[in-house]
């Protein structure tokens, strides 16, 4: 059984900066490719990057691109997503995902792991 655990939320003002933390315990990180989601108020839950199993390989939500920058440390389980020039639409609960798969997953239903989630507002 795989667990994964999401660090760094909070709240913060408008351009500040967030560095999100997931890690994984249990099944094999590095073999699997690893997402953020995310789930504004009223909204569905949506993707918001993708990283392939070996960090190569990235995918960014329009919304997001030059932004956000995903990333992965296999040594440590552990897949980060850094965020910056934050705006108030950025405010969400953000997921953390493993997939059954090392590359191209990009839809929820190829995720079979998620995390708890972890909250960022972005507020003046």
């Known amino acids: 059984q795989v667990q994964l655990v999401e660090t760094g939320g909070g709240s913060v003002q408008p351009g500040d900066s967030l560095r999100l933390s997931c890690t994984a315990s249990?099944?094999?990180?590095?073999?699997?490719?690893m997402a953020w989601f995310r789930q504004g108020p009223g909204r569905e839950r949506e993707i918001v990057s993708a990283?392939?199993?070996?960090?190569?390989?990235?995918y960014y939500a329009d919304s997001v691109k030059d932004r956000f920058s995903i990333s992965r440390d296999n040594a440590k389980n552990t897949v980060y997503l850094q965020m910056t020039s934050l705006k108030p639409e950025d405010t969400a609960v953000y997921f953390c995902?493993?997939?059954?798969?090392?590359?191209?997953?990009?839809?929820?239903?190829?995720?079979?792991?998620w995390g708890q989630g972890t909250q960022v507002t972005v507020s003046s």
């Open positions: 995902a493993q997939a059954a798969v090392g590359n191209g997953a990009l839809k929820e239903y190829e995720y079979d792991y």
């Open positions: 990283i392939g199993a070996s960090g190569v390989a990235t």
């Open positions: 249990g099944g094999t990180f590095s073999t699997k490719a």
